[in-house]
């Protein structure tokens, strides 16, 4: 462990000297992840990607990408663009990007599961900002707004999330 690691743990996700409240997937926290469970897989994971609604909010950091119109996730475990990033039209199973709520008006992308996909082992495992306190995930750990834009702000290329 790094003092640039994310770890989330019975009271919160801790990084850098502090504890920041935050939810979990519904399933709970599994180490056999399977698609659509529900769950937050254990284990250790880098973030591999920072997505922003540019028409919403400033660029949060300057590696940020913009979600644009169109801008899909695929889980459909039986496509072969499954847990990849896709553009709209498709016809398959997905995960709508550019969301009319802002719980994906910031989005760190994990690693879990990609860039080579086990097929219905789980898809897009995020930290994003929370409906409410309390209020579970589809797997993914989600924040108050400030706070995951301060963990935005401080996270480093070699930086992890430590889900034990």
Not at 48 to 74: C, E, F, M, N, T
Not at 92 to 100: D, K, N, W
Not at 128 to 139: D, L, N
Request: aromatic share 10%; charged share 25%; net charge positive.
């Amino acid at each position: 462990m790094t003092p640039h690691d994310l770890v989330l743990t019975p009271r919160g996700l801790r990084f850098q000297g502090r504890i920041f409240p935050c939810t979990v997937g519904k399933g709970g926290i599994i180490a056999d992840k399977h698609e659509g469970d529900g769950a937050t897989p254990l284990g250790v994971h880098r973030i591999v990607g920072l997505l922003y609604r540019h028409d919403r909010i400033a660029r949060p950091a300057d590696w940020a990408v913009p979600i644009r119109p169109g801008d899909l996730w695929s889980d459909d475990a039986k496509d072969e663009d499954y847990n990849l990033m896709v553009r709209a039209p498709y016809p398959h199973s997905h995960e709508i990007l550019r969301r009319a709520d802002p719980l994906y008006d910031i989005v760190l992308i994990t690693d879990w599961n990609w860039p080579y996909a086990e097929r219905g082992r789980g898809s897009a495992i995020f930290l994003h900002q929370w409906r409410r306190p309390g209020y579970p995930t589809e797997g993914c750990i989600a924040f108050r707004r400030n706070h995951l834009r301060w963990i935005v702000s401080r996270i480093r290329y070699e930086s992890r999330v430590i889900v034990r």
